[in-house]
Structure formats: C-alpha cells, structure tokens
C-alpha cells in the first residue's frame, strides 16, 4: 500500500453458511493482492435462513425446496461451486449428509469478536468449520471451539451466546442492511458507499478496485 491509496473499508455482509460469500471474499482477497491494496474488512450479518431450527436441514432437500431445482441441478451447482473454491484456495466438501443451519449464534459470536479485534480470523475459522469440516455452527460446543481455536475465550463466548443485549444490537445490524434493499449476499460496501453483489471474479473485482480507488482519489484532489 502506497499513500496515494489509503486503506480500503470493505463491509461484507453474508452468511457464514453461503458458499458464494466464501468464493467472493477469496476472489476478492486476490483481486486486492494483484492490487497492491490494502482493506480494512468487517463482516455483517445476514441470516439466510433465520427460521432454521437447531437440528438444521439436509442441504439438498432444502436446496430443491427453497429454490425450486431438480435434484440433478442442485447435483450440479454443488459441483460448480467445489470447482470454483478450489483454485482460490478453499476446499468445500459437500457430502450427501451436509445440512444448512441456523447461524444466528454464529452471528453473535462475530458481533464480539470484532470488539476483539479478530473478527476477521473468526469468520474464515467459521467458513472452514463448516464447508471443509462439516461442522454444525449452530451447536453450541463446536461453535465456542471454533472460538477457542482463535484465541477467544470460551467461558466469555458461552455469556455471549446467553446474552440478549447481544441478540437485540445483532438484530439490529442485520436489519439496518435488510433495510438498506440487501436481500441476497454476498453485498460488498467499499468505503461506506460503493454497493457491489455478489461474487463477482477476481478480474471483474480487480476492475472494480481500480475504479473506486480513482474515483476516492478524485474526490480528494
């Protein structure tokens, strides 16, 4: 990073259960390396299935169900998304046994990891936990080892996990975002102001940079 390009602030708000919110970040964590650019990346709450009970669903029944695709189409895209994570550096092992959960807990856990400043480290132990290891993130146990695994205390996360204070600022913040039109992720805010969809390819986000680090620098100028 240079002086004339000053530290991006990314707000991405997704799922940490969204394949694409995954294969958006490392597309756009290389789009910032070819960059030479340097972000400052929060990541927001957005449930994408927020009535999801404890046990979860099997990924493709709730696939079919939700999305209106045959069996062979959810087959497919399954395949397509393992693809395109590989080259970018992440594995994601879809089995016929994965399910989708709720992540509000997750959500939560986030919400105080940025207070702690590993927010980031967090997400990505949570995207791994799930999609490499099959986690269940909305089990309490194996969500407060996740949070062990990045230094976070367990005991602390375990009053995070009981604390409704918490429950109704992350509300909040995911209503702020649902309010602001976001109803897909992932959504990329660059600099509180630059408004981008989805998981755009290393080369489309590289082109994307350049035309928002040119338009802040003309705005200073």
Same mark, same amino acid.
């Given at each position: 990073m240079t002086n004339s390009q000053p530290q991006l602030r990314i707000d991405i708000v997704s799922d940490v259960v969204c394949p694409w919110c995954i294969i958006g970040f490392k597309q756009l964590e290389q789009a910032l390396a070819d960059s030479g650019l340097e972000a400052d990346i929060h990541w927001q709450p957005f449930q994408l299935n927020p009535q999801m009970g404890p046990q979860g669903q *099997?990924?493709? *029944?709730h696939v079919i169900e939700k999305y209106g695709v045959s069996v062979e189409e %959810?087959? %497919?895209?399954?395949e397509r998304i393992v693809d395109i994570a590989k080259p970018l550096g992440f594995d =994601? @092992?879809?089995?016929d046994d994965s399910? =989708?959960? @709720?992540?509000? @807990?997750?959500?939560?856990?986030?919400?105080?990891? *940025? +207070?702690k400043g590993v927010q980031h480290q967090l997400k990505l132990a949570l995207f791994s936990a799930y999609f490499?290891? !099959?986690v269940n993130v909305s089990d309490t146990e194996k969500l407060l080892d996740v949070v062990e695994s990045v230094g976070l205390d367990k005991d602390e996360a375990? +009053?995070?996990l009981q604390s409704e204070p918490v429950s109704d600022e992350v509300n909040k913040i995911a209503q702020f975002w649902t309010s602001q039109g976001i %109803? !897909?992720?992932p959504a990329m805010i660059f600099n509180q102001k630059h408004l981008v969809t989805g998981a755009q390819g290393t080369?489309?986000?590289?082109s994307i940079l350049k035309q928002i680090t040119s338009l802040e620098q003309a705005e200073q100028e």
């Open positions: *099997e990924l493709r *029944e %959810s087959v %497919s895209t399954r =994601i @092992n879809f089995t399910r =989708i959960y @709720n992540t509000f @807990n997750a959500h939560k856990l986030l919400h105080w990891a *940025e +207070q490499t290891d !099959g375990m +009053q995070i %109803s !897909g992720v080369e489309n986000y590289t």
